[in-house]
């Protein structure tokens, strides 16, 4: 078997050429993310030209832009941006009429306040509707003019433990969080603003909130990600004056991508109309709602034998835009004309790569030792026999979250040095039922610790890998799983890196952002404890890896953001202090322009070349980067 070429990181880890484009509300233009000034940028088009005749209508040389929204009226288009990573998001509007013009700050804020969300008015495409937290413990929501940028304030929040979701003719519902964890949904009164509490709704088996969450295209009501009296998560709709539940979307044995990579709903901009739900298997699947999307939908899987990601439309909703998710060939995007049938490729992101030559990802299943099952992905090299491999177990951060098909550059980074890379949806992770993320409570270094392992001895029991030869590596929560890794198992791992992860659980949630602590009660008071209780304290300080700093004896690379205002350097610094004054050797990246997670291409090469060595040094692996 031929070995592929190795893929050098400046190949894997620069921006994408093109991504993330979507539809002008008229179908006559589209937008899309491109490189300009050695950052991603928003460009625009006419549909009938090529990126030589696209304009840039954004100029941000210090942070490449990776969320933008079109607005009603042509000459305007909004994105969000931070600085340095430290996340405190603002809102600014370009204008099209004026490209070249700087943007407007339509929030401008106080450091550590930020946007939260955003929402329009059917009836008055010149105005939004920004929530962001001017008062730092509050997030009041703002009518913004897009013109002008004049703010006035809409809706001020008494609860700091709750905020407003607006529907398409401004009503205003109300969720909050109350003491014992359960979130309550009220609609305010039209005149007087009074809320009326209307429905009531689960606990701790919606740890990261009800997602997802929105008011109906009506404005009668809410959407909500439920499990009622099912393990699975459905689609249900709220009826705001009668508190009636229905079900909206359903599939036996499988729950709503909630918290995913992909968007659980795919909506019709316009109107806020859903159009198909996203359920979890194990390539996830899109359940059509609404007729014509059904028709659409067939139709424009016809172009890709991958799973379609994202889709814009146009007012009409007959002109789309689309990208699909696939393991070796990603975000391949597609211009669609439902009325004419007629269809045409865009762009790929990354015409470079040789989709021939990645590693395809395929969904396992096993057991843990408990008995609860669990899923993931195995991505093995291409070109190497698969038996008795250097492997790399890859945990993702959340917990909260799921790891799910498609392309991933770090995988195919470790697939071509030649590590079999296992992917492994542990106890905690969403996507998989009550049952399945509710046994993570309490069990942080515990039985989510060991349905990894478990994932390992699965995969030497299978022949693939060498269980001299296993690494683990992750961000967040994967960093602390990590640390936990080369802490609580130390004759383990071989290798292991700690990318943005958390050493003390103690440390970490009380240097969370203030404004954040309220929204806490489901996740991390409920599945690891309250830092000022002594005894659930104790048991957080049992579950940290730096209390156990001394086993630490497998070759550790730490990397981390400076800015990084969830996982706070210091987290990083008190582990490589330790292992320092100990005389043990630890590698140690920090970025001064990057937060919870690198988005800067130069630093994202500089962060895997050391991964590279790292690897290639303690597993085995091939590597491209000199020594």
């Not at 013109?147 to 969720?175: K, Q």
């Not at 979130?183 to 997602?211: H, K, M, N």
Request: aromatic share 10%; glycine share 8%.
């Amino acid at each position: 078997m031929a070995l592929p070429q190795l893929l050098d990181v400046e190949t894997l880890f620069a921006d994408p050429v093109f991504s993330r484009a979507t539809l002008s509300p008229d179908g006559k233009r589209v937008a899309y993310l491109a490189p300009h000034l050695g950052r991603t940028n928003v460009w625009v088009r006419d549909l009938d030209q090529d990126h030589e005749d696209a304009v840039v209508v954004t100029h941000d040389a210090r942070r490449g832009i990776k969320a933008y929204a079109w607005t009603a009226d042509p000459r305007w288009m909004l994105y969000l941006q931070d600085t340095d990573g430290n996340e405190d998001w603002h809102l600014f509007r370009v204008d099209l009429d004026a490209p070249d013009a700087p943007a407007l700050d339509l929030t401008p804020l106080d450091p550590g306040s930020r946007v939260l969300g955003m929402s329009w008015l059917r009836d008055d495409p010149h105005t939004l509707l920004v929530t962001m937290n001017k008062r730092p413990m509050f997030f009041d929501t703002f009518r913004i003019d897009i013109a002008t940028g004049e703010a006035v304030l809409h809706r001020e929040t008494l609860d700091p433990a709750g905020s407003y979701l607006f529907g398409p003719a401004g009503e205003a519902y109300f969720m909050k969080q109350n003491a014992e964890g359960d979130y309550e949904f009220s609609i305010a009164d039209e005149e007087t603003g009074e809320l009326r509490l209307f429905y009531t709704q689960g606990g701790v088996e919606y740890p990261v909130g009800v997602l997802p969450c929105q008011v109906t295209a009506d404005g009668k009501g809410l959407l909500l990600g439920s499990h009622g009296e099912h393990d699975d998560m459905h689609l249900v709709r709220v009826d705001a004056a009668t508190g009636e539940v229905s079900e909206v979307a359903r599939k036996p044995g499988h729950s709503l991508m909630s918290f995913g990579a992909q968007s659980t709903l795919i909506t019709k901009p316009k109107t806020g109309e859903v159009l198909a739900a996203r359920f979890v298997t194990d390539r996830t699947e899109l359940v059509p709602l609404d007729p014509h999307f059904a028709e659409v939908l067939s139709e424009v899987e016809k172009l890709s034998d991958g799973l379609l990601g994202t889709a814009s439309c146009d007012d009409s909703g007959q002109r789309w835009v689309v990208s699909f998710v696939h393991d070796t060939d990603p975000e391949v995007t597609w211009f669609y004309d439902h009325t004419t049938r007629e269809s045409r490729l865009l762009f790929r992101p990354y015409p470079h790569l040789d989709p021939s030559t990645l590693a395809p990802m395929t969904p396992i299943s096993l057991t843990a030792r408990d008995g609860l099952p669990l899923q993931g992905f195995l991505t093995l090299p291409v070109g190497v026999e698969p038996k008795g491999l250097p492997l790399v177990l890859a945990v993702h951060g959340g917990p909260w979250a799921q790891d799910s098909w498609g392309f991933d550059r770090e995988v195919q980074f470790l697939a071509n040095r030649g590590y079999a890379v296992l992917q492994i949806n542990f106890r905690g992770s969403t996507g998989y039922g009550k049952r399945h993320v509710t046994a993570a409570l309490h069990e942080l270094a515990g039985a989510m610790h060991d349905d990894l392992i478990d994932a390992c001895e699965w995969a030497v029991a299978q022949g693939y890998a060498d269980p001299r030869r296993i690494g683990i590596y992750g961000g967040s929560y994967g960093g602390y799983s990590a640390l936990v890794g080369v802490t609580f198992t130390p004759d383990y791992f071989a290798a292991a890196v700690d990318y943005v992860g958390i050493s003390d659980l103690s440390n970490f949630m009380r240097t969370l952002p203030p404004f954040v602590k309220p929204y806490l009660t489901n996740s991390w008071y409920a599945y690891v404890g309250d830092p000022d209780d002594p005894e659930e304290l104790a048991d957080m300080m049992a579950r940290s890896p730096i209390t156990k700093v001394d086993e630490i004896r497998t070759p550790l690379l730490v990397v981390q953001g400076a800015n990084d205002v969830r996982v706070v350097q210091q987290e990083a610094d008190n582990i490589v202090e330790a292992l320092r004054s100990r005389g043990v050797p630890v590698e140690y990246l920090v970025a001064e322009d990057e937060g919870h997670g690198f988005s800067n291409p130069e630093n994202l090469m500089a962060m895997f070349r050391l991964m590279d060595k790292h690897f290639a040094e303690h597993l085995g692996g091939r590597c491209a980067s000199p020594s």
